[in-house]
Each structure stands twice: as structure tokens, then as C-alpha cells.
């Protein structure tokens, strides 16, 4: 099976823009969850998809969004980009239920100048 | 809630040595627990996972992890080292009810290091 895939994998977007991730599941996965991971605070936990419907959420601001597909593919959206934004933004597949171990994609590297 | 520590943000070994990564969880029902490795630039790989078959997991590239009730334990080991092991590892949990879809808690890494 093909892993998950993300893309673009770098961006470099200024202060003010808005960019749009994106991210393909695992064939057969329903869950897509959206991290953000930076040296200063480790991995923090965006929102989860599950069919098409936001089933969790963490502690970001409104600027950050999300959706997903009917295919599962998700997409996530910054606007009003801010320096801070700049990270490393990983997708995670799972099945969405049971044990849930996720696996994750090679994440997109978004750099804000 | 659940959240997890992992005592040791960088750890160093010799190679050949034992690899001991630390993590402590915290949970209000029986948890699911994960090991996850990341390669620079790369994203997370799962190492293993506990899901209360077995307390003593094994998982890939030699690695394992004993779940420890009493001490809220889930350390992951390896009985010799490798160059190749270097990276940062995540311990990860996720509470184990079968109703709710609980968001997966991250530890904050432990930063492995090898010297020859």
C-alpha cells in the first residue's frame, strides 16, 4: 500500500499570506489528523478528521482550518500567516477506530518570511 | 486526561551499549500506548504500539517496550546500540475507550544519540 502522502513538501509564503496543505491517506483509512512540530514546542496537535467531520480539535487559533473529503483526503489552511507559523505541518492516517495507531507522512515544511 | 513525560530530552549511548528511553503516562482508563521514531526531515514512524495483549511489546529494529501498571511505565529498550539509531522518539497516548475518539498525546521527545 502507498503511505501517506503530503505536498507540497517545502513552501516559503510572507507575512499575511495564506497557504493550503495537503494530505492523502492511507487507502482505507477515515482518520487524518494534522500536527504541527517545532523545536520550541515538540508536536502540537491541530484537529482530527474522521468521514468528513472534525472529531477533535486542538488549542489553535481560528486561522488554522481544516477539511476533508469524501475520498479522506484532507486539506489544512493558514491565513493571515504570522512568522510563528513557520514548522514542520504532519498528517497522520488511521483507521479511526479501534487501536488508532497512526502513520504519518514525510510532513510540508512552510517557512514564513 | 491523559498526558505523557519522557525523562531525558537527549540521551547518549556507545554503540553496542543499551538504548534506555524513558516515559511515564498518565491516564484516567486503560490506555493504548505508541513508540514512534523520527529521522531528520523525515516524519514519524511507528516503533511499536501496547494495546493490553501483552505487557512486554516487541517492535521494529530490535526494539521493545514493557508496559508497567503499577509504575505508569512504558519504557522502550534496545540491547545494543546502532549508528542508524540515532533520531528523536515520541512515546504516545491514547485512551482505550471503545466509544469515544480520543485525540493521541505526545510526549516531547527524547533526542537518542550514538557514539562510536
Known amino acids: 500500500k502507498a503511505g501517506v502522502t503530503q505536498t507540497p513538501r517545502y513552501l516559503i509564503k510572507t507575512r499575511g499570506q495564506q497557504v493550503t496543505l495537503s494530505c492523502s491517506p492511507i487507502s482505507g483509512h477515515r482518520s487524518v489528523s494534522w500536527y504541527q512540530q517545532t523545536p520550541g514546542q515538540g508536536l502540537q496537535f491541530l484537529f482530527e478528521y474522521f468521514s468528513e467531520t472534525q472529531r477533535n480539535k486542538g488549542n489553535f487559533p481560528g486561522r488554522f482550518s481544516g477539511r476533508q473529503f469524501s475520498n479522506s483526503r484532507s486539506e489544512m489552511n493558514v491565513s493571515t500567516l504570522e512568522l510563528g507559523d513557520s514548522a514542520l505541518y504532519l498528517c497522520a492516517s488511521s483507521l479511526g477506530q479501534g487501536v488508532h495507531e497512526q502513520y504519518f507522512g514525510p510532513g510540508t515544511r512552510l517557512t514564513v518570511t | 486526561a491523559q498526558s505523557v513525560t519522557q525523562l531525558g530530552s537527549h540521551v547518549s549511548v556507545s554503540e553496542g551499549a543499551l538504548v534506555l528511553l524513558r516515559c511515564n503516562y498518565s491516564?484516567?482508563?486503560?490506555?493504548?500506548l505508541f513508540w514512534y521514531v523520527q529521522y531528520p526531515n523525515q516524519g514519524l514512524q511507528l516503533l511499536l504500539k501496547?494495546?493490553?495483549?501483552?505487557?512486554l511489546v516487541k517492535g521494529i529494529n530490535g526494539f521493545e517496550a514493557e508496559f508497567k501498571k503499577s509504575e505508569t511505565s512504558f519504557h522502550l529498550t534496545k540491547p545494543s546500540a546502532h549508528m542508524s539509531d540515532a533520531a528523536e522518539y515520541f512515546c504516545a497516548v491514547r485512551a482505550s475507550r471503545k466509544t469515544s475518539y480520543d485525540k493521541v498525546i505526545f510526549g516531547p521527545g527524547t533526542s537518542l544519540s550514538v557514539i562510536p
Open positions: 501496547y494495546t493490553s495483549a501483552a505487557t
Open positions: 491516564s484516567s482508563v486503560p490506555p493504548y
